[in-house]
């Protein structure tokens, strides 16, 4: 099975087969991934969303040939789009685990029970969550009324 030849690399960054077989599925054809990734019972849900939004950076080698087979007939080089959208995929996941460790109401990894705490962390991180969307919307509003402002005179 091909899972076998890539486990090893996904053992490196601490994977298991589950998430292996999902992310060598996505690679072959997006849609197959994806549903292997939501159906692994996983207390961390923020790795299957980091590994899902690479995925959907990606897109998948599926998409990679079907988008080969228009461009064959022209001169636009496909080298520069399966790297593109490689490091889209990179590009993806590295600002969803960014975005999950900056505001913590996103981060849905199930917390021990007998985690001592575990009202207080949820209600602080909670609060910095809503403050942080909060200061999102204000500065986009901000933003936009500012510019519609300027398109107005």
Excluded: C, W
């Amino acid at each position: 099975m091909i899972i076998d030849l890539f486990f090893p690399f996904f053992k490196l960054f601490g994977l298991d087969r589950n998430y292996a077989n999902a992310i060598v599925s996505g690679f072959i054809e997006l849609t197959n991934g994806l549903s292997l990734i939501s159906s692994i019972p996983a207390k961390y849900i923020s790795v299957s969303i980091i590994i899902t939004a690479f995925l959907l950076g990606f897109g998948g080698f599926s998409v990679l040939l079907q988008v080969l087979s228009i461009t064959s007939k022209s001169d636009i080089s496909i080298k520069s789009y399966i790297l593109g959208k490689f490091l889209h995929g990179i590009i993806s996941s590295v600002l969803t685990y960014i975005f999950i460790h900056i505001f913590p109401i996103f981060n849905l990894d199930i917390v021990p029970i007998f985690a001592q705490n575990v009202n207080n962390v949820f209600v602080n991180s909670m609060h910095f969550g809503f403050i942080g969307f909060f200061l999102i919307f204000l500065i986009i509003s901000l933003y936009f009324r500012k510019k519609s402002h300027m398109s107005t005179n």
